[in-house]
Structure formats: structure tokens, C-alpha cells
């Protein structure tokens, strides 16, 4: 049509063959593509039948093939809402999480088509065009919100036009031609374009969407706020990741390849399924769905559970607050506003994801495994009431941190960890916390060093298979820095004593943690002719991986072409195996001279 040439429709609107087919005219498509084959059998003009596969499209309402037909089509001139919705992006007038997304958003709006607005339909939008005949007879067009308003335009053109004379178009609008009003049309801004609700709620905040529709719908949403609003719709966009099967396929309803939700959740809980894949969605990138991820969401909510029924199973009396305890209650009050810092920094930037983790780590590896091992009583003893008192502010922090992703285990414990009132919920909380003085800071650093410690103490009692009931002598080598958290170390150390000695023991296992030296003297704990054994064995493993370091360092063809970066790991690697030699013939020494 646009170029005037002459158009050749093989089909009648209702399927069946028209006069421009030359032969079959008249009957169902279905049956003349049976009848070709026969004629031409009967012809002896076929050669041979074969079958195969082909890609045929099925209508998803009737269940029918989808027949390629040439027709008239609406269209709307797409250059002026290009002009309009690309700067405000490129700008950061509206921001895109994660960026790399503008590109794409630039590429398409740079190479704008006229949009195909109309769809051969019978639900949706009926397109408001009505058609007549002005006065010489041809065909006429108006466009007009009711047949009333049509039929004033169409007497216009002809006067003798009546209303039963309006054809009005069959064809219905794109869906994403109505859905690019959503910002504005869910509070009635084009009925109403002044209304309160759309005064007071637009622009709004966020919109959250998949990068397969950033064309489709972003940018149409954006084009719409701009013509009919004179302002952008929303301030942010945060693309999520596209869930994908572990063949790379997108899921999708027509693949049959997406898991049933509603089973994983009974499976692995609401907030499982959430946790788990929030874990690894990253904003903007894909994600191979994995039933594991659920499983680990699950894991993590079976964490904080058991967490919660150690420290509510704790009994309670009031009786002096132990050093340990404040150090513990004090530093992991600082954490946590470290912590809350970061967290807000991540929201900010939209790295969801990231805050998730970071929330996990803080739960998992700060409270579970250091701040609760730091404080929990001995067993059948009480803890003393500031300490639970502080933790139970501790957990329910923690909860609020949570509770975005995790929304139901965390309503549910906030309801039982104090007395609530009909109403209250987590949901309506808010997370208030100061930022952390210097000195919080300085503890927190300090903290980090004495896990270190107690780190370092623990690896030895596994490498020399040391039970963890036994208690052990520590020995720190100089000048005590830690002295203010004796009391921690001995009790998550299992320490019977810690001296400062000029030089360790002869028999002692000794680490460093930053510049401070630290030894554990073994003396009769461990068996010396095993120890030698696994020492000579693993020296025996070290000095062939040298031998091999050293002659490929040796080698003059290698070090002239191989790239520096290369050659510098491989000389870190001859240096450490050295120093790890050396090390290990040293304690070899000093247990043959036991």
C-alpha cells in the first residue's frame, strides 16, 4: 500500500479461498492444502511425500493456525514522543538500575519505527475511527471519542451522513497502547486530569520491571507522562533479572519449563523461595533457576528459627553483668550500625541483592556464629538480665533488617520476642539507628582482630586434633594489645590461662595476626611421631610442587615469552612454598628434640 503496488490475497476473511486463488475458490484453506496432494498425485506431477517439523503459530484463544494475511493497519508517527522521552534518561532525570540499561533505551528511541497500533481482536480497546461516505461516495474517516461526537465530525463532510451510517473500526488497540497510560490511568488522570489523587501521587517513586519490556512499556509510559502530564512518570526504574530454566530458555507458560510456585513453597516456604532467589538476582542480570537456591533460602530461615528458640529458651536472673558479655554487647551494638550504613547505601543504589547478603552475613557469621557463642551462659547457669535484655533489642533489629525479604518469619517472631498489642506489626516499624561514634568504630576494628585470635587458636586445636573440651595455655609473644578482651578469647578460645612471654614456648604452634605473634604451647597434648609424620609428608608434598616452580622458573624460554603477570605469580609461588619449607623443617626440629 505504501508504494502502490498491487496487493494479492489468496484468502477470504473467513478462511476460505477468494477469487484471486484462480482454483479452489470458495473452500476451507485446511481442506485445499489435502486437496493440492491428491491433484497433484493424480496429475503425476508429485515426485515423493515426506513429512517435517515446522514452526506453525497457534492462536492462544482458539487454538488455531495463524494465518499471514495482508491488511490495512493504524499506525502512530513515533518521531515526536523519541524527541521526548530520550534526554530525560540520558540525563538521570529518570534513573535506570543498573545503567548499562540506558544504552539500550537510546538504541531503541535513536532508531524509532511508526508504532502499529491496531490488532485484529475481539477484546481490549476498540479503536474510536468511524467510517462513512462523504459527498462524492468515497470512503471517509473520523476519529471521535462516541458515534454522537463521530457523527458531528462525519456532517461536517456530509451533511446527509445519519448515525446509522457510522461504521465504527473493528480493530482494537495494542495492549501496550493502553497499558502506556497505567501510570495515569490508575488514578483516573484522563477522565480526570486534575483530580486530587493524580496531583498528590504523581510522578511516583519507582517502577520495578523486567529488561525485555524496557521498549515495550518503559519507554511508552515514559512517552506518555511527557505528552499528557508535561512530567515524567516515575524517578527510578530498577530492572530485575530474568528467571531462566538451566538450558538458558526464558520461563515462560508456553515452554511449560517453569516450576510450579505454589509447590516450591510448600516445599520450601514463602520467604525460602524469596531469599533464595533474591540471593542470586543481581539487578539487570539473569538467573538460572536452581531448586537450590530455594533450598538454601530455606536453610536460612530454619538459622534464624533455631536462633530465636536458643536465646527465648535462655533462663534469666538478675545478677552482674560478666566482662565478656559487655565487650560482646558492645561491639555488636557498634555492628550494627556499621552495618545499617551500609545497608542504606545499597537501597540507595538499588543493589538489593547486595543488602540481602549483607543482612545474611550479619546474621549468619556475626550474631549466630561470633555474638551469641560470645554471651550464651554455661549450660544450666542463667544470663545475666542486661545481656539478654540488649540481646533481644539485638534480634529484633535484626528482624527489621529482614524483613523486606523476608516478610512472614519475621512478622511472626517480632510478634513473640516482646508483648504486642492488636494492631502492631512489623510492617509499620521503622529502622532508626545512629551512626557509630569513633570509638564504636576503633571496637569493631579491634573485635575483628580478636576473632582473628580466637581463629587462629581454634585451626591449631584442629590441626593437632585437640579436642575442643580440653583447655589450653596461650602465649602472646611481646606485648599484649588485647588485653581488654582477655576475658572473650579465654572463654571462645577454651583458654586455661594467657601469658606474655619474651619468646614462645619450644613446643608451642605458633600464628600472627597483623604484626602480633601468638603461640599455643602443646607440650603433651598432641602424639610427636604422628605430628613428624604429617609433617614430613606434607613437607615431602611442598618440595616437589618447588622442584616443579623452580624449574620452570629456570626455564629461559619461559621467562623471555611468558607475560609478566605470569611470571611474578609463579615466583610469589616459589617464595611461599619456601618460607612454608622452612617453617615445617623448624618444627620438625623442635619435636625430634622432645
Known amino acids: 500500500l505504501k508504494h502502490n503496488l498491487e496487493t494479492i490475497d489468496i484468502f477470504n476473511d473467513d478462511g476460505t479461498m477468494s477469487n484471486a486463488a484462480g482454483l479452489y475458490v470458495g473452500q476451507d484453506r485446511m481442506d485445499v492444502r489435502k486437496q493440492i496432494s491428491i491433484d497433484l498425485e493424480k496429475a503425476?506431477?508429485?515426485?515423493?511425500?515426506?513429512?517435517?517439523?515446522?514452526?506453525?503459530?497457534?492462536?492462544?484463544?482458539?487454538?488455531?493456525?495463524?494465518?499471514?494475511?495482508?491488511?490495512?493497519?493504524?499506525?502512530?508517527?513515533?518521531?515526536?514522543?523519541?524527541?521526548?522521552?530520550?534526554?530525560?534518561?540520558?540525563?538521570?532525570?529518570?534513573?535506570?538500575?543498573?545503567?548499562?540499561?540506558?544504552?539500550?533505551?537510546?538504541?531503541?528511541?535513536?532508531?524509532?519505527?511508526?508504532?502499529?497500533?491496531?490488532?485484529?481482536?475481539?477484546?481490549?480497546?476498540?479503536?474510536?475511527?468511524?467510517y462513512f461516505k462523504d459527498i462524492q461516495g468515497k470512503n471517509a474517516i473520523v476519529v471521535a471519542e462516541n458515534k454522537e461526537k463521530a457523527l458531528a465530525l462525519a456532517t461536517a463532510i456530509n451533511p446527509n451522513v445519519t448515525i446509522a451510517d457510522l461504521q465504527q473500526e473493528s480493530d482494537c488497540l495494542d495492549t501496550w497502547f493502553s497499558s502506556w497510560l497505567w501510570p495515569i490511568s490508575v488514578f483516573n488522570g484522563i477522565n480526570e486530569p486534575d483530580n486530587e489523587e493524580i496531583k498528590y501521587y504523581y510522578p511516583t517513586s519507582d517502577l520495578v520491571t523486567g529488561p525485555d519490556i524496557i521498549f515495550f512499556w518503559v519507554a511508552r509510559m515514559i512517552m506518555a507522562g511527557y505528552e499528557y502530564r508535561k512530567n515524567f512518570p516515575f524517578k527510578h526504574v530498577y530492572f530485575t533479572g530474568i528467571v531462566r530454566d538451566n538450558l538458558g530458555r526464558k520461563m515462560s507458560k508456553?515452554?511449560?519449563?517453569?516450576?510450579?510456585?505454589?509447590?516450591?513453597?510448600?516445599?520450601?516456604?514463602?520467604?525460602?523461595?524469596?531469599?533464595?532467589?533474591?540471593?542470586?538476582?543481581?539487578?539487570?542480570?539473569?538467573?538460572?533457576?536452581?531448586?537450590?537456591?530455594?533450598?538454601?533460602?530455606?536453610?536460612?530461615?530454619?538459622?534464624?528459627?533455631?536462633?530465636?528458640?536458643?536465646?527465648?529458651?535462655?533462663?534469666v536472673a538478675d545478677i552482674d553483668q560478666p566482662k565478656a558479655n559487655k565487650i560482646a554487647t558492645g561491639w555488636f551494638d557498634a555492628k550494627l550500625k556499621a552495618v545499617n550504613i551500609e545497608l542504606e547505601e545499597q537501597f540507595k543504589g538499588y543493589r538489593i541483592s547486595e543488602a540481602l547478603m549483607t543482612v545474611y552475613r550479619l546474621f549468619w557469621d556475626e550474631f549466630s556464629s561470633w555474638y551469641l557463642e560470645m554471651i550464651k551462659p554455661q549450660y544450666g547457669c542463667p544470663i545475666d538480665k542486661k545481656t539478654y535484655d540488649a540481646t533481644l533489642r539485638f534480634f529484633e533489629t535484626l528482624l527489621k533488617m529482614l524483613h523486606p525479604f523476608m516478610p512472614f518469619i519475621t512478622e511472626e517472631l517480632w510478634q513473640h520476642i516482646f508483648e504486642r498489642g492488636d494492631g502492631q506489626s512489623i510492617m509499620l516499624e521503622r529502622l532508626t539507628l545512629q551512626s557509630p561514634s569513633e570509638k564504636e568504630q576503633k571496637l569493631v576494628e579491634q573485635i575483628e582482630s580478636m576473632k582473628q585470635i580466637v581463629s587462629g587458636i581454634r585451626t591449631i586445636r584442629n590441626q593437632k586434633n585437640i579436642a575442643p573440651k580440653v583447655e589450653l595455655n596461650f602465649e602472646i609473644v611481646g606485648t599484649n594489645n588485647f588485653e581488654q578482651y582477655n576475658s572473650v578469647i579465654t572463654k571462645m578460645a577454651n583458654l586455661k590461662s594467657i601469658n606474655v612471654v619474651k619468646e614462645k614456648s619450644s613446643d608451642a604452634s605458633a600464628f600472627m595476626v597483623g604484626t602480633d605473634s601468638f603461640a599455643v604451647p602443646l607440650g603433651d597434648?598432641?602424639?610427636?611421631?604422628?605430628?613428624?609424620?604429617?609433617?614430613?609428608?606434607?613437607?615431602?608434598?611442598?618440595?616437589?610442587?618447588?622442584?616443579?616452580?623452580?624449574?620452570?622458573?629456570?626455564?629461559?624460554?619461559?621467562?623471555?615469552?611468558?607475560?609478566?603477570?605470569?611470571?611474578?605469580?609463579?615466583?610469589?609461588?616459589?617464595?611461599?612454598?619456601?618460607?612454608?619449607?622452612?617453617?615445617?623443617?623448624?618444627?620438625?626440629?623442635?619435636?625430634?628434640?622432645?
Open 44 to 130: 503425476g506431477l508429485m515426485e515423493s511425500i515426506e513429512d517435517y517439523n515446522n514452526k506453525v503459530g497457534y492462536s492462544e484463544r482458539t487454538n488455531v493456525p495463524i494465518e499471514p494475511k495482508l491488511s490495512t493497519q493504524w499506525f502512530l508517527k513515533m518521531q515526536h514522543f523519541a524527541d521526548i522521552a530520550l534526554e530525560p534518561v540520558m540525563k538521570d532525570d529518570i534513573e535506570f538500575y543498573p545503567k548499562k540499561y540506558k544504552n539500550t533505551y537510546r538504541h531503541w528511541l535513536e532508531n524509532i519505527k511508526d508504532w502499529c497500533i491496531s490488532r485484529q481482536l475481539w477484546w481490549g480497546h476498540r479503536i474510536p475511527a468511524y
Open 254 to 315: 508456553s515452554l511449560g519449563n517453569s516450576p510450579d510456585p505454589l509447590e516450591l513453597i510448600n516445599k520450601y516456604g514463602a520467604d525460602g523461595v524469596r531469599m533464595g532467589m533474591m540471593l542470586c538476582a543481581p539487578a539487570g542480570n539473569d538467573i538460572l533457576f536452581d531448586e537450590s537456591l530455594c533450598e538454601q533460602g530455606r536453610n536460612f530461615n530454619n538459622k534464624i528459627w533455631n536462633a530465636f528458640r536458643l536465646v527465648k529458651g535462655w533462663s
Open 525 to 594: 597434648l598432641i602424639d610427636v611421631d604422628a605430628e613428624i609424620k604429617k609433617l614430613e609428608k606434607e613437607l615431602l608434598h611442598l618440595e616437589g610442587f618447588l622442584k616443579g616452580v623452580t624449574a620452570k622458573l629456570s626455564n629461559a624460554n619461559f621467562v623471555a615469552h611468558a607475560p609478566e603477570a605470569i611470571i611474578a605469580k609463579e615466583r610469589k609461588k616459589q617464595s611461599d612454598s619456601e618460607e612454608k619449607i622452612a617453617a615445617i623443617k623448624a618444627d620438625i626440629e623442635e619435636l625430634k628434640a622432645k
